[in-house]
């Protein structure tokens, strides 16, 4: 017994020499007569006999079906047009003819993709060879080699699926291009190595045409939450932003229009692709500050959390910010501060700070008026908040002195001081950064100096974080030039001298060497103090120091000339 896809290609071409009988017949429509025979003559010659190589393939057997419903509709219209006047009427027929070229059309474009995927010649290896998914492993094979052969053969196994879904995704109708969507999406969404998979047989180019095209919007939608899935795979990120504006504007159509879990996966995937300031800037430009706060106002918790981890990167470009301020972002971002998730607060109060963070002293009084000060509190005593983002909310709007004197008086410097205590390296660069912006405050300075702040700062010059160190030795520096009172504090600690020498190291980059050797010759009158610099290696690190013109080196390293007979001894030479 013949099989069904056997049975196909037979009727393929029974109906194609049925045709070739009866297209000369045909009375009426003579021009579109000649364009179907000729795309009937194209889809025999170039796409039949491929096809009918490979008929027991699930793809193949699919077009050769379809082909067989479009050639017997043909047929039926050749033997209607024999009639110079058709039976439907001239309009009707008309347009079931445009129907069936469109069909031979889609035929040939589907075969064509099909035959190119090489999935048809994949499958008659594997037939072949007998690697149809499993290997089998000889009795005397040892464990090692059998789990390679097995992960080569999972890898060669997830390879064939991910390209069968690509290309499934752009042959057939429109359900069953749904129907491979949907796997797709369920494939994605498993383990990462998935996500590769898919990326690496062109799975994103196929996702952006579907959101370019007239299908329909759950097709779409779908489309959305693959692309969400594959901006969470850092290294896959390169494929998406390589699809430029194409793909920005897209998502960004989908937060104005697109439906509520549509808008919630192009938030997510955004939140990856507007890391960068170009892609910030476009999404920027077409009103996706506008969207994004209707979605922090309206929308489901997920979507308000992803929406405000947006707004946080376009907030950290400057040309943006006053699309915040004309659309009341603020107030918007403040509510969410008080009511969303964990994550939606984190990222609002994140947005906020970004906001902050620019040079416009109208943007910071903005913030300050319609974001209030009990709100950052609340947020700050929240002990399930990443602390990070207020402190740096602080310390940018603290560069007003206005709002900075209203900040101390309304009690938020034990605040920062605790939060050089925090587990976050983050946090405590945060709040090294805010006391350097802080100290000239007189409403400041007892509560500097009494609080326990110069200890932590001494024991952040031993971090492992670079920004962390720099951070920790300009608020030093501040605090010891201004408080002479603070002074006994760092010599009482054994390791202060020394690892502040060790930042005077030319190799430890980022870190702006002028603020060590400042605090360094605040103690260099000391004898003592000179031969633990000396000890440390100072002369060697200060010497390089000068050469590089560093401010106050040269005195420095004088003073410690001084106290040695071998700097007597340097300096008659």
């Known amino acids: ?152 053969t999972e890898s060669t196994s997830l390879r064939i699926e991910c390209r069968s879904l690509v290309t499934r995704l752009q042959i057939g109708t429109a359900e069953q291009r749904n129907i491979a969507m949907e796997s797709l999406v369920h494939l994605l969404y498993g383990d990462d190595k998935n996500v590769l998979g898919a990326v690496a047989q062109g799975v994103v180019p196929v996702l952006v045409r579907i959101l370019e095209s007239s299908g329909c919007h759950v097709a779409k939608e779908k489309a959305v939450s693959a692309i969400a899935r594959i901006s969470a795979v850092e290294s896959s990120r390169c494929v998406l ?57 309206v929308g489901t918790p997920s979507a308000q959390a992803s929406a405000a981890g947006v707004l946080r990167n376009l907030a950290a470009v400057d040309a943006i910010r006053h699309w915040f301020l004309e659309e009341r972002g603020v107030v918007i971002l403040r509510r969410l501060c008080t009511s969303g998730t964990a994550s939606a607060q984190e990222n609002a109060i994140g947005c906020v700070r970004n906001l902050a963070a620019g040079d416009d002293q109208e943007t910071k009084q903005v913030i300050f008026r319609d974001f209030w000060i009990e709100g950052i509190k609340n947020y700050w005593d929240s002990q399930t908040n990443s602390l990070e983002p207020a402190v740096g909310l602080f310390r940018h709007l603290a560069t007003d002195s206005g709002i900075a004197d209203q900040l101390v008086s309304s009690g938020f410097l034990p605040r920062i001081i605790s939060a050089t205590r925090n587990p976050s390296s983050a946090t405590r660069t945060e709040a090294a950064k805010s006391l350097h912006s802080l100290v000239t405050f007189g409403k400041a300075r007892k509560q500097i100096v009494e609080s326990e702040c110069l200890t932590q700062l001494l024991g952040m010059l031993d971090a492992k974080r670079i920004a962390e160190k720099d951070a920790a030795v300009k608020a030093l520096a501040s605090i010891v030039s201004l408080f002479p009172e603070s002074r006994k504090i760092v010599k009482k600690n054994e390791k202060g001298i020394s690892d502040l020498v060790r930042l005077l190291n030319p190799q430890v980059i980022d870190v702006e060497k002028k603020y060590p050797v400042l605090i360094l010759l605040t103690f260099s009158h000391s004898k003592k103090n000179r031969r633990r610099m000396t000890d440390a290696g100072a002369r060697g690190f200060l010497s390089k120091l000068v050469d590089m013109n560093v401010e106050g080196a040269k005195k420095l390293l004088g003073n410690l000339d001084k106290c040695s007979v071998w700097g007597v001894f340097l300096q008659r030479n």
């Open 1 to 152: 017994m013949k099989s069904p896809d056997c049975d196909n290609t037979s009727l393929c071409n029974n109906l194609i020499s049925s045709l070739a009988d009866s297209i000369p017949a045909v009375q009426s429509f003579n021009g579109r007569r000649a364009a179907i025979g000729a795309k009937i003559s194209t889809l025999r010659t170039s796409a039949l006999s491929d096809l009918s190589d490979h008929s027991d393939h699930p793809l193949s057997g699919e077009i050769l079906k379809s082909i067989v419903e479009t050639l017997s509709t043909a047929l039926t219209l050749c033997l209607h047009c024999r009639s110079p006047d058709p039976p439907a009427g001239k309009l009707q027929t008309q347009s079931e003819i445009s129907i069936v070229a469109t069909a031979l059309d889609k035929h040939l474009a589907d075969a064509d993709l099909l035959l190119k995927s090489g999935l048809l010649v994949q499958r008659r290896f594997n037939h072949v060879t007998g690697r149809d998914g499993e290997h089998a492993m000889g009795v005397g094979d040892e464990d090692e080699e059998e789990e390679k052969t097995m992960t080569r």
């Open 241 to 297: 932003i390589g699809e430029g504006l194409l793909l920005l504007n897209h998502l960004t159509r989908a937060l104005e229009s697109g439906r509520g879990v549509a808008k919630e996966k192009a938030c997510i995937a955004l939140q990856s692709l507007t890391l960068t300031k170009e892609n910030s800037m476009a999404v920027g430009s077409r009103g996706g500050v506008a969207s994004l706060l209707e979605i922090c106002r």
